[in-house]
């Protein structure tokens, strides 16, 4: 085992003792949260089935089409194929973590008004990765939304509208930043 898993011994139905699964430990959206699992799971799996945080889409489930992108350490991931243990320690944000007290993420707001999510399931990994851009550069160029989000595939939208909404939730963060200072 790596990182800080703690290996749990588990009695199997035949009586035999298997260090087949662990425990590990998470910071998800702020809270510290710990679960059993598998010691082959990847960071997807924790989030969707111990932790029932299923927001994250388990798509491709190989690393090509961004549906299930998280934040670790404010850097957006596939969770997919990142091992449970490499999220330990780190902080994770996850698409339910997005919205505040004062309700939906400009980014959330932005895709409902524009039009930018049809069926939906692309949606959490995009908003995502547009968050993990927006963290480093308040003001991306059509370019850098693009070039941000090219790893998330959408099969319905044609993108237009999703960069659409990635700048229009820029603008307002700006302006709310803006009105918020001295
Ligand atoms: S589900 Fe992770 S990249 Fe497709
Ligand atoms: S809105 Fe359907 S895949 Fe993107």
């Given at each position: 085992?790596?990182?800080?898993?703690?290996e749990?011994?588990?009695?199997?139905?035949?009586?035999?003792?298997?260090?087949?699964?662990?425990?590990?430990?998470?910071?998800?959206?702020?809270?510290?949260r710990?679960a059993?699992?598998?010691?082959?799971?990847?960071?997807?799996?924790?989030l969707?089935?111990?932790?029932?945080?299923?927001?994250?889409?388990?798509?491709?489930?190989?690393?090509?089409?961004?549906?299930?992108?998280?934040?670790?350490?404010?850097?957006p991931?596939?969770?997919?194929?990142?091992?449970?243990?490499?999220?330990e320690?780190?902080?994770?944000?996850?698409?339910?973590?997005?919205?505040?007290?004062?309700?939906?993420?400009?980014?959330?707001?932005?895709?409902?008004?524009?039009?930018?999510?049809?069926?939906?399931f692309?949606?959490?990994?995009?908003?995502?990765?547009?968050?993990?851009?927006l963290?480093?550069?308040?003001?991306?160029?059509?370019?850098?939304?693009?070039?941000?989000?090219?790893?998330?595939?959408?099969?319905c939208?044609?993108?237009?509208?999703?960069?659409?909404?990635?700048e229009?939730?820029?603008e307002?963060?700006?302006?709310?930043?803006h009105?918020?200072?001295?």
């Amino acid at each position: 085992m790596r990182g800080k898993v703690r290996e749990l011994p588990l009695r199997t139905a035949a009586g035999y003792v298997a260090n087949m699964h662990a425990i590990v430990q998470l910071t998800v959206n702020g809270d510290r949260r710990s679960a059993g699992v598998p010691v082959h799971f990847t960071l997807l799996e924790a989030l969707r089935y111990p932790l029932g945080l299923t927001g994250s889409k388990q798509g491709c489930d190989k690393g090509d089409c961004g549906a299930c992108t998280v934040l670790l350490d404010d850097e957006p991931v596939l969770s997919c194929i990142t091992p449970v243990w490499e999220a330990e320690g780190r902080e994770v944000l996850t698409v339910e973590g997005l919205a505040g007290p004062g309700g939906l993420h400009p980014l959330q707001d932005a895709f409902d008004t524009t039009g930018a999510a049809q069926c939906g399931f692309c949606t959490p990994g995009i908003l995502m990765s547009a968050y993990g851009l927006l963290l480093r550069n308040a003001s991306p160029t059509r370019e850098e939304i693009q070039d941000a989000l090219s790893g998330n595939l959408c099969r319905c939208t044609g993108y237009t509208k999703i960069v659409e909404a990635v700048e229009q939730a820029a603008e307002r963060i700006r302006r709310n930043r803006h009105a918020a200072s001295p």
